[in-house]
């Protein structure tokens, strides 16, 4: 399964993605998803489960069952937009609340053995080397963090662009 996260209109999803698989789950801004409380209730009230009672709540089984993550976010000064951080703040989830050292890096324990790939698609129009050199390392500790396969990010200046990505 592929968990697509977008912070596009719905209109403007539609019109560029027309067919999906029918095993794919798309995360949108409509599904009016809140930011993360911080209370860690997915780690100590209900394990891999969100407390708050919206979309997001399965967000960490899906990803224990995600082959693959596409990120389709307009770039915000070399990250994520605020509805895509919203719901990437919302793994946690998918991890457990220990920390281990891998690679020289830290970062939490995976709860499931699954892993995926990671793919990030930035737009805007004005997107500078600068940006583009902070999202590249945002996605890397992203995976990382995640226990991913590996990542890619791509920049595009218009959304036009976007419909080339495969999903």
Known sequence: MKLIIHDLQEKEFSKLFRSLPTD???ISPSQGIHSCLGCFGCWIQNPSYCVIPDEGH???DLLAKATDVIIIS???YGGFSP???RVLDRFL???LPYLEVTEGRMRHTPRYENRFNVSANFYGEMI???EETIANRIVDELTFDMNGTGCS???YRDKSGLKGIAL
Do not use: N, W
Request: proline fraction near 10%; include cysteine; hydrophobic fraction near 30%.
């Open 93 to 95: 989830p998918y991890m």
């Open 58 to 60: 399965q967000i960490g």
């Open 83 to 85: 509805q895509v951080k």
């Open 74 to 76: 307009r770039c915000c």
């Open 24 to 26: 794919d789950y798309v």
């Open 153 to 155: 990010v791509s920049f």
């Open 128 to 130: 500078t080397p600068e």
